[in-house]
């Protein structure tokens, strides 16, 4: 069965975002972009929700006829456009990016959708949708590993990532790496035994 997993940046005080969804802090250098792309060779599929999916096609849309664009830009707007883009989204009618035929648009019964998309054949999944949406596939258990890539910096306020988490789930450590950044990327997974 695919798992669904979950790559989210946060602060040292557990913030997902700055209050105006601010993502500038992120300890962003070559080594962390190494490491995210290593998704691309377990995932063939990605989750986003409407506001992130809006603007990931805003953006990586336009990297390959970008001639700035960088070989890791181009390489992920590539992994993207072969992705199958999974959305949900209560608002949206349709999702269009690319051929038709890899686009997703889940509106109700999340953990149901999810399920059989897991069951179908193909890669693991990379969640890389907004807080909110991480905070509601937590609730309902639909993440099988999430990926924590603690930054060193304090924000002080904006988007904790399990606040509206209401059940409490044991996780096992599978991997601890301290990067030369002084990010510190964490694997787990639920302790679902």
């Known amino acids: 069965m695919r798992k669904v997993i979950s790559m989210i940046h946060l ?7 700055g209050p105006n969804d601010e993502l500038d802090w992120i300890s ?4 962390l972009e190494e490491y995210a792309h290593s998704m691309h060779a ?7 929700g409407r506001r992130t999916y809006e603007g990931m096609a805003g953006y990586w849309l336009t990297v390959p006829g970008n001639p700035e664009s960088t070989p890791y830009e181009l390489e992920h707007a590539r ?3 072969d992705s199958t883009k999974i959305v949900v989204s209560r608002t949206l009618d349709r999702v269009a990016w690319g051929d038709a035929q890899n ?19 193909g890669k693991d999944i ?3 949708g ?3 949406l991480a905070q509601t596939f937590m609730q309902l258990d639909l993440i099988d590993e999430y ?3 603690i930054n060193p910096t304090v924000l002080g306020q904006g988007k904790p990532l399990f606040a509206n988490v209401t059940r409490s789930f044991p996780l096992k450590l599978l991997e601890s790496r301290t990067l030369k950044s002084g990010v510190v990327a964490l694997r787990y997974e639920p302790d679902r035994g």
Do not use: C, H, M
């Open 147 to 149: 990926r924590i890539d």
């Open 11 to 17: 602060s040292l005080d557990g913030l997902a975002a």
């Open 79 to 81: 992994f993207l456009e």
């Open 28 to 31: 962003y250098d070559r080594e």
């Open 126 to 128: 990379w969640f890389l």
């Open 103 to 121: 686009t997703v648009l889940i509106k109700d019964n999340i953990a149901d959708e999810i399920n059989t998309i897991k069951q179908q054949p």
């Open 42 to 48: 377990i995932t063939d599929a990605v989750i986003w």
């Open 130 to 132: 907004s807080v909110a």
